[in-house]
């Protein structure tokens, strides 16, 4: 990288570049075909390497917001620093906790991810906007990566089937449990009247919340009110137009 001239290519040195990437995601497609895929992007944007980043944003229009680094928002860089990064994170593991006292009082971007791959294994770094995110949710970033790539590699091992984007899962089994992060959501039980109808139910509710609203679609809200005179305008029209009989 950086390095297209003769004049260069002896220099010592450390070239770095940014190549803004854009990938559109069919999920259909294998994980193969995908990272074949991202492949000739990222070689496609080597290729015109030598256009500085600035004049991309200045050809492009961007209307500049300090809030936000212009045309991408998060960063993802791969290297390989071999046993030096075997030293510094260990043997086993891919992702160490870091026990120092590195921090960024400012994030470059909304999220930086780096992964050093050391051979035998990979370490990786997350450094995101506190103000945008949580450290939870960082973690669970690094939970699903890791989750991700042992599907990958654990599907590497059966003859004559593809895994598709689609067959990825995003959550382990476990976090589907009782203590799980779903568990909130999945609780969610409540008694009900079983011995009446579900349009009886609606109009008790009618009754209670006759103003809030019941029904959302696009730009149009309808209150409960509204939603149950729509119904019974409906209802009417269907027993006088086609003299409609119970079950039917």
């Known amino acids: 990288a950086n390095r297209n001239y003769a004049g260069l290519e002896d220099l010592i040195g ?8 854009r990938e559109e995601i069919d999920y259909g497609v ?7 895929q991202v492949s000739d992007s990222v070689s496609q944007a ?6 500085p980043f600035e004049k991309l944003v200045e050809e492009l229009g961007v209307v500049q917001d300090v809030s936000r680094h212009p045309i991408f928002q998060v960063m993802f860089g791969l290297q390989s620093f071999g046993s030096e990064a075997k030293r510094m994170y260990g043997e086993d593991s891919l992702f160490q906790e870091f ?8 994030a470059k971007f909304d999220l930086s ?19 945008l995110f949580k ?6 970033m690094i939970s699903t990566y890791v989750y991700l790539l042992e599907q990958m590699v654990c599907h590497q091992n059966e003859v004559g089937s593809q895994l598709l984007l689609e067959d990825l899962s995003w959550v382990r089994e476990e976090e589907y449990s009782a203590d799980g992060i779903f568990s909130d959501l999945l609780d969610a039980t409540i008694e009900y009247d079983s011995t009446v109808t579900i349009h009886e139910l609606f109009e008790r509710q009618v009754e209670k919340t006759p103003d809030h609203i019941a029904l959302v679609y696009e730009d149009v809200k309808l209150t409960y009110r509204e939603l149950n005179e729509r119904s019974n305008q409906l209802a009417h029209y269907l027993l006088e137009t086609y003299k409609i009989q119970p079950d039917e």
């Open 135 to 140: 450290e939870s949710t960082i973690n669970h």
């Open 113 to 131: 991810v780096m992964i050093d791959d050391g051979g035998d294994s990979l370490s990786g770094s997350f450094n995101y906007a506190t103000h």
């Open 46 to 51: 080597q290729m015109h390497q030598d256009v």
């Open 99 to 106: 026990k120092g006292n590195v921090s960024y009082d400012v």
């Open 30 to 36: 294998s994980v193969r075909d995908f990272i074949l």
């Open 14 to 21: 450390f070239f770095v570049n940014t190549l803004v990437l």
